[in-house]
Nanobody
């Protein structure tokens, strides 16, 4: 069974950092693109970052602002999102999902999300 589980969210002050984890099971992250997304209440879902190990490609949305770093650990079958210099606008529920390519439109296997709250 293909499954993604997000963790690592929490409450942090502006300027702080968090590292989110996306633990995969039922498949190898090396075979798919893993994307990080976020959604705040009343707002549209926003793409944050994507990593495609098979293509050796990494993408960042404008929201990353050069502050976030996506990485993967094949041994743990986990994708991480290191978030530094957090701002209140980063407050959202963060999700991960998979697709065949970062440029694809078939994101699926969404996790339950992890809440990130940044206080000013």
């Amino acid at each position: 069974e293909v499954q993604l589980v997000e963790s690592g969210g929490g409450l942090v002050q502006a300027g702080g950092s968090l590292r989110l984890s996306c633990a995969a099971s039922g498949f190898s992250i090396d075979d798919y693109a893993i994307g990080w997304f976020r959604q705040a209440p009343g707002k549209e879902r926003e793409g944050v970052s994507c990593i495609s190990s098979s293509e050796s490609r990494i993408f960042y949305g404008d929201s990353a602002k050069g502050r976030f770093t996506i990485s993967s650990d094949n041994a743990k079958n986990t994708v991480y999102l290191q978030m530094n210099s957090l701002e209140p606008d980063d407050t959202a529920v963060y999700y991960c999902a998979l697709d065949d390519h970062c440029s694809g439109y078939g994101w699926r296997s969404w996790g339950q999300g992890t809440q990130v709250t940044v206080s000013s």
